[in-house]
Structures are given as structure tokens and as C-alpha cells.
């Protein structure tokens, strides 16, 4: 498997660290978070906390925010990207209920605090990080895939050198292309981001981040 190196693992970052990456890389003042939230027990399943702007701070338009964080891509990570044409749709696990919760649950900030589990997949079934058997169920009705800005939010603050990220793939399962109808797809290749729709046979296997509602 193509996976980070050994000697530079991913590792989630301290939320103020987050913050201040997404602050310096977007160039946006964005304003506070709720410290008090990431105190919560993390949920089972969840890898640690993230954070992620609301859309609404950066752009009067959810497609001109993710603009803004594929602009951030292409001045700090070789970036290439298509353009903007896709849109939500519902999965069996994701509801916009879920994730609007979070949001009331965090009302009044700027920058959300996500519980998520994040994976790279290489599409044979393995993922870095590796999985880590939890004991307990998760609770389906508490958990949401991540969407596109979600995704590219974590991995802006995360990616540094990107040559030891080669041939892996972080897809973004609740939205879909108007153009062909497949979900979106960040992979690192070769030093660089793309973003872009890839067609994958039924033998692959690709982990969608997801969140969840504590």
C-alpha cells in the first residue's frame, strides 16, 4: 500500500492549531469556537476532533466557500481541481438533520468542532490510519458522512508534505457530480492534490469521513 511515510504519520492536530492553519491558509478572521464542546466524551467510533469553518463564514454561498478553500489548495498545495458542479444528496447514514444539529449545538460560532473518523483508503481495502476495533455499536442516527468543504477543511489543515501521501484517496460520499452522477473524490498523487470524479469497479473500496453528534 501507498500510505504516509513511517517517519511522518498523520496525526490529528490541536483544534487551536487547526484553527490558526485555517485562519493563515484561507485568510479569513475567523472568529471563535466552542472550547467547551471538544471536552464532551468523544463519540465511539471518532478518531478525535476537527475543525471546520461554517461555510457562511467565508462566502455568501456554500460553492463560493468551497472556492475559497480550493484557492487556499492551490497557494499552499499543489492543487488541481474541476470546476464546482456538484450537489447533496442523502445516504442510508447521512442526514442533513444530523449535521444541522451539530451546528445548533455550536450556534453563535464561526469555527465547528466535528468529531470524525478520517481514513485514506488506497482502494484495496486498507486505510491509514489503521482501523481500531472499538468495542460497542455505534449509534447510526448520530452519524453523517462528511461533505466536500468538510473533507477539504480537514485535509488543509492536516496535509503538509505531500510526497508522503502517494496514491491515496479520500472520497466525499454525500454529494454527487450533476455531470456523471459519482461522488467526488479528493486524491493525493505525485506530490499534489486533485479533486475530481473517478469511476471505481465494485472490487474497490473507498472509507467515507464521517462525523458524528455527541
Known amino acids: 500500500m501507498n500510505e504516509p511515510n513511517r517517519n511522518n504519520p498523520f496525526k490529528i492536530k490541536p ?3 487547526q484553527i490558526e492553519i485555517l485562519r493563515n491558509r484561507i485568510h479569513a478572521d475567523l472568529g471563535k469556537n466552542d472550547k467547551k464542546f471538544q471536552r464532551r466524551p468523544l463519540p465511539l467510533g471518532a478518531d ?3 475543525a471546520v469553518p461554517r461555510w457562511q463564514a467565508l462566502s455568501s454561498s456554500k460553492g463560493g466557500a468551497t472556492g475559497r478553500l480550493f484557492l487556499a489548495f492551490r497557494d499552499n498545495l499543489r492543487c488541481a481541481h474541476c470546476a464546482l458542479d456538484f450537489k ?3 445516504n442510508d447514514i447521512c442526514t442533513d438533520a444530523v449535521f444541522e ?9 464561526e469555527v465547528l468542532v466535528v468529531p470524525a473518523r478520517y481514513r485514506f483508503s ?3 481495502g486498507s486505510t491509514y490510519p489503521p482501523r481500531k476495533k472499538k468495542k460497542g455499536n455505534i449509534d447510526q442516527k448520530s452519524v453523517f458522512f462528511l461533505d466536500t468543504f468538510s473533507v477539504g477543511a480537514i485535509l488543509l489543515t492536516h496535509l503538509t508534505n505531500l510526497g508522503d501521501y502517494r496514491g ?5 460520499s454525500n454529494e454527487v457530480f450533476t455531470s456523471n452522477g459519482h461522488s467526488p473524490n479528493f486524491q493525493i498523487l505525485d506530490g499534489y492534490v486533485s479533486f475530481g470524479s473517478v469511476w471505481f469497479d465494485s472490487s474497490t473500496f473507498h472509507e ?7
Open 122 to 124: 488506497n482502494g484495496s
Open 101 to 109: 444539529e451539530l451546528c445548533r449545538q455550536q450556534e453563535g460560532n
Open 48 to 50: 478525535g476532533w476537527f
Open 15 to 17: 483544534l487551536k492549531e
Open 208 to 214: 467515507s469521513p464521517i462525523g458524528f453528534l455527541p
Open 168 to 172: 491515496l484517496i479520500v472520497p466525499c
Open 88 to 90: 447533496h444528496r442523502e
